[in-house]
């Protein structure tokens, strides 16, 4: 049955914790997560949610708890953004490494300088590496959908690894929509009680992750990857039995619409990729064969849909709220990697969108994607990257 | 109180450890393993700890151990206090085992956000005056005139007194202990484990490699330490302070050692003019006048 009520994706976060049965929660906040952890705080102190709530003095000490409480056997969950998710950065890697289960929702924002509390990507990209699962969401439905999705991934035994359920700050994080909570019995019935690799624990006594000499760190290193590799075979399991008991979908890996007969291909990522179905649905009744491909899955990157995706199109579009500065956004190198050893690839176009918090509406990926088709019927890509609705600045 | 003789002969730091001969950190992480037995979750933070245990896929702990980051025991013992409770195992003690570079300077802050949500757990901060584990360079614990890498000079500032710091925090229990007194180590750490809430045992560790004496002398060394009054022990239980045997009886200055003899045993003094030596002595002399206040108060903070 479930129950819909109208809400903000930081709530609804915060009520998917809730339905995980998440046991220990320790956070700090930032804006523009705040309204998470308030709201976790709330129900944990009413006594809706039998859980320890961790008050830490900064987020370094939200994800160290996590790790503690995560290695002594319960399921944790945490949530931040921008400087308090770069803070986190060094603890980041000592919970993929550790291979701790640990969920944390991540609500996008711009990192500072200069200070800005609006979205990008630029927190969460900047953590790519680190060996965290990193899902991207488009609407609050997915939010709640995907933190239990997580969890049941996190927690497999091909996987062992934390995972970033990521959300725009504002665009989603405040927007009050109506959303589907699931009954706790059907969440149990698909999440089962926790489950990591190991646990601290008397009567088996380990070390965990002590020093370990060039012999066996790449082995270590190389079983991380491994996960991965099997993450990107489970999440599209997941999501479909998911599906099959919920009702929601998301396409796995990636998301993807009116891709069959598509001749440009726009990819990106959250919201934008919500925007781009209405751009493509608009572009379609003027003729234009335009799909979306939209990125739920970053880490592990999902290398072989993109190539399937690049077999059919001509050209692909990357959108990214995010900039790597003396390259491109991260999309676009991601697929252009994808793709370099591929004969007859589509041509490649990267935009850079959104910094900051600036709106990408579907007139702005109309306009991109108009741009591309122009492209396109000149047969050549006339700037490989370019900065959308840029205004004119001096250096 | 415990006596040596009865202590458990169950060892929980194994044979073949990777500690430097005569490291007293390695003495006094023996006797936290015979105090509290093998019901602990032990907090490592980076320090020579983590080496202390051996590479991977070695051990030389019996006990269950979760490796920290360097700034990050106080945090993440509290999340495994957290999860303790949720699991229901009452009998099992946290236990932060953190030097006192991860201790007084990058990991204060944790420590002292775990003191203050009264997280239940041990922190012993073993306190060998240096950032062993990088090849010894001052810490916020290194005593005023010591050598280190980064103080080749010596340290021109005094010694951070951590104690106090946690002191105004006011956590049911604090005390100062040193290995070269075992028993009284024992005993702290026992009646810690029976005190709820954050307790703090701040433990001073003598280290032959970076204090620069023969590997023999740690006992000795910290014995001196003691009687010379430089190191005091002492408890705040409650709030109320008490010197312990044998400092009990040093507030009477006849009855301490000049500091000169502590000082002149160790390499890392060796370059400390007269009246550098002086100066310390009066520090001494003034914290023991300190100490004597303390004494005579219901409460020390
Ligand atoms: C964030 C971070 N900075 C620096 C280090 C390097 N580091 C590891 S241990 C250590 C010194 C530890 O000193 P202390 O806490 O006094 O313990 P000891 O080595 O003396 O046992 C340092 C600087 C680190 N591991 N992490
Ligand atoms: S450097 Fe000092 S504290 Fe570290 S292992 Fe050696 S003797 Fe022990």
């Given at each position: 049955?479930?129950?819909?009520?109208?809400?903000?994706?930081?709530?609804?976060a915060?009520y998917?914790?809730?339905a995980?049965?998440?046991?220990?929660?320790?956070?700090?906040?930032?804006?523009?997560?705040?309204?998470?952890?308030?709201?976790?705080?709330?129900?944990?102190?009413?006594?809706?949610?039998?859980?320890?709530?961790?008050?830490?003095?900064?987020?370094?000490?939200?994800?160290?708890?996590?790790?503690?409480?995560?290695?002594?056997g319960?399921?944790?969950?945490?949530?931040?953004?921008?400087?308090?998710?770069?803070?986190?950065?060094?603890?980041?890697?000592?919970?993929?490494?550790?291979?701790?289960?640990?969920?944390?929702?991540?609500?996008?924002?711009?990192?500072?300088?200069?200070?800005?509390?609006?979205?990008?990507?630029?927190?969460?990209?900047?953590?790519?590496?680190?060996?965290w699962?990193?899902?991207?969401?488009?609407?609050?439905?997915?939010?709640?959908?995907?933190?239990?999705?997580?969890?049941?991934?996190?927690?497999?035994?091909?996987?062992?690894?934390?995972?970033?359920?990521?959300?725009?700050?504002?665009?989603?994080?405040?927007?009050?929509?109506?959303?589907?909570?699931?009954?706790?019995?059907?969440?149990?019935?698909?999440?089962?009680?926790?489950?990591?690799?190991?646990?601290?624990?008397?009567?088996?006594?380990?070390?965990?992750?002590?020093?370990?000499?060039p012999?066996?760190?790449?082995?270590?290193?190389y079983?991380?990857?491994?996960?991965?590799?099997?993450?990107?075979?489970?999440?599209?399991?997941?999501?479909?039995?998911?599906?099959?008991?919920?009702?929601?979908?998301?396409?796995g890996?990636?998301?993807?619409?009116?891709?069959?007969?598509?001749?440009?291909?726009?990819?990106?990522?959250?919201?934008?990729?919500?925007?781009?179905k209405?751009?493509?649905?608009?572009?379609?009744?003027?003729g234009?064969?335009?799909?979306?491909?939209?990125?739920?899955?970053?880490?592990p990157?999902?290398?072989?849909?993109?190539?399937?995706?690049?077999?059919?199109?001509?050209?692909?579009?990357?959108?990214?709220?995010?900039?790597?500065?003396?390259?491109?956004?991260?999309?676009?190198?991601?697929?252009?990697?994808?793709?370099?050893?591929?004969?007859?690839?589509?041509?490649?176009?990267?935009?850079?969108?959104?910094?900051?918090?600036?709106?990408?509406?579907?007139?702005?990926?109309?306009?991109?994607?108009?741009?591309?088709?122009k492209?396109?019927?000149?047969?050549?890509?006339?700037?490989?990257?370019?900065?959308?609705?840029?205004?004119?600045?001096?250096? | 109180?415990?006596?040596?003789?009865?202590?458990?002969?169950?060892?929980?730091?194994?044979?073949?450890?990777?500690?430097?001969?005569?490291?007293?950190?390695?003495?006094?992480?023996?006797?936290?393993?015979?105090?509290?037995?093998?019901?602990?979750?032990?907090v490592?933070?980076?320090?020579?700890?983590?080496?202390?245990?051996?590479?991977?896929?070695?051990?030389?702990?019996?006990?269950?151990?979760?490796?920290?980051?360097?700034?990050?025991a106080?945090?993440?013992?509290?999340?495994?206090?957290?999860?303790?409770?949720?699991?229901?195992?009452?009998?099992v003690?946290?236990?932060?085992?953190?030097?006192?570079?991860?201790?007084?300077?990058?990991?204060?802050?944790?420590?002292?956000?775990?003191?203050?949500?009264?997280?239940?757990?041990?922190?012993?901060?073993?306190?060998?005056?240096?950032?062993?584990?990088?090849?010894?360079?001052?810490?916020?614990?290194?005593?005023?005139?010591?050598?280190?890498?980064?103080?080749?000079?010596?340290?021109?500032?005094?010694?951070?007194?951590?104690?106090?710091?946690?002191?105004?925090?006011?956590?049911?229990?604090?005390?100062?202990?040193?290995?070269?007194?075992?028993?009284?180590?024992?005993?702290?750490?026992?009646?810690?484990?029976?005190?709820?809430?954050?307790?703090?045992?701040?433990?001073?560790?003598?280290?032959?490699?970076?204090?620069?004496?023969?590997?023999?002398?740690?006992?000795?060394?910290?014995?001196?330490?003691?009687?010379?009054?430089?190191?005091?022990?002492?408890?705040?239980?409650?709030?109320?302070?008490?010197?312990?045997?044998?400092?009990?009886?040093?507030?009477?200055?006849?009855?301490?050692?000049?500091?000169?003899?502590?000082?002149?045993?160790?390499?890392?003094?060796?370059?400390?003019?007269?009246?550098?030596?002086?100066k310390?002595?009066?520090?001494?002399?003034?914290?023991?006048?300190?100490?004597?206040?303390?004494?005579?108060?219901?409460?020390?903070?």
């Amino acid at each position: 049955m479930g129950r819909v009520m109208i809400d903000t994706a930081n709530h609804v976060a915060a009520y998917a914790a809730k339905a995980a049965r998440v046991r220990v929660v320790a956070a700090y906040p930032i804006t523009p997560q705040t309204t998470v952890v308030e709201k976790i705080a709330e129900l944990v102190e009413k006594g809706e949610m039998d859980a320890e709530y961790i008050c830490v003095e900064s987020e370094h000490s939200a994800i160290a708890a996590c790790i503690g409480a995560a290695a002594a056997g319960v399921r944790t969950f945490t949530a931040s953004s921008a400087q308090g998710l770069a803070l986190m950065h060094e603890a980041l890697h000592w919970a993929s490494g550790a291979r701790l289960p640990i969920v944390m929702v991540v609500v996008n924002r711009a990192m500072g300088a200069p200070w800005s509390i609006w979205p990008d990507f630029s927190d969460s990209l900047s953590q790519r590496d680190t060996g965290w699962i990193q899902f991207y969401c488009a609407d609050s439905q997915e939010v709640f959908d995907t933190v239990i999705q997580a969890y049941r991934l996190c927690e497999d035994e091909r996987i062992f690894l934390p995972a970033m359920v990521c959300l725009e700050g504002f665009i989603l994080s405040h927007k009050y929509v109506p959303v589907k909570i699931h009954d706790q019995d059907d969440v149990d019935a698909f999440l089962p009680p926790y489950r990591s690799g190991w646990i601290l624990d008397t009567s088996n006594p380990v070390t965990c992750v002590n020093l370990v000499s060039p012999e066996w760190y790449m082995e270590f290193r190389y079983m991380i990857q491994e996960a991965m590799e099997n993450a990107k075979m489970l999440i599209p399991k997941i999501d479909k039995e998911y599906g099959e008991r919920f009702g929601f979908r998301y396409g796995g890996l990636v998301d993807k619409y009116l891709c069959e007969d598509a001749e440009l291909v726009i990819c990106t990522m959250g919201t934008m990729g919500a925007e781009a179905k209405i751009a493509a649905n608009n572009l379609r009744k003027e003729g234009l064969k335009v799909g979306v491909a939209r990125i739920r899955v970053f880490r592990p990157f999902p290398v072989e849909e993109i190539r399937k995706l690049a077999e059919k199109a001509r050209m692909i579009a990357t959108i990214d709220r995010h900039i790597s500065f003396g390259m491109d956004g991260f999309l676009a190198t991601e697929v252009k990697a994808s793709l370099y050893d591929m004969k007859n690839k589509p041509s490649i176009a990267g935009f850079i969108a959104g910094l900051g918090g600036r709106d990408v509406t579907f007139k702005t990926i109309e306009k991109v994607a108009r741009k591309c088709m122009k492209w396109l019927g000149n047969g050549r890509v006339e700037r490989e990257t370019e900065w959308v609705d840029l205004r004119d600045v001096k250096t | 109180m415990t006596t040596i003789k009865e202590l458990p002969r169950e060892e929980y730091l194994l044979k073949g450890h990777a500690a430097c001969a005569g490291c007293g950190p390695s003495i006094a992480l023996r006797l936290l393993f015979k105090a509290l037995g093998n019901k602990v979750f032990l907090v490592v933070p980076a320090s020579c700890t983590t080496v202390i245990e051996g590479p991977y896929p070695f051990t030389s702990f019996a006990v269950p151990v979760q490796n920290t980051l360097f700034e990050a025991a106080g945090a993440t013992a509290s999340g495994i206090a957290a999860a303790l409770k949720i699991r229901g195992l009452d009998d099992v003690t946290v236990v932060g085992w953190a030097g006192d570079g991860g201790t007084t300077n990058i990991g204060i802050q944790s420590l002292s956000g775990a003191a203050e949500r009264e997280t239940n757990f041990i922190y012993v901060c073993y306190d060998n005056e240096a950032y062993g584990n990088t090849g010894l360079q001052r810490s916020g614990a290194t005593p005023y005139g010591a050598w280190t890498t980064t103080t080749p000079m010596g340290k021109k500032e005094r010694k951070k007194d951590m104690p106090s710091i946690m002191a105004a925090h006011r956590i049911p229990y604090i005390a100062t202990a040193c290995p070269s007194y075992p028993v009284d180590f024992i005993n702290k750490l026992r009646k810690a484990k029976e005190i709820k809430g954050t307790k703090y045992i701040h433990v001073l560790t003598p280290c032959p490699t970076g204090w620069r004496y023969d590997a023999s002398k740690t006992v000795e060394i910290g014995r001196l330490a003691v009687q010379t009054g430089v190191w005091a022990l002492y408890e705040i239980e409650q709030g109320k302070f008490r010197l312990n045997p044998p400092s009990d009886r040093l507030t009477d200055k006849s009855q301490r050692k000049p500091v000169e003899e502590y000082l002149s045993m160790q390499e890392r003094f060796r370059h400390l003019p007269e009246d550098s030596i002086k100066k310390i002595q009066r520090w001494v002399d003034g914290d023991w006048e300190h100490y004597q206040t303390l004494a005579s108060l219901e409460r020390c903070i």
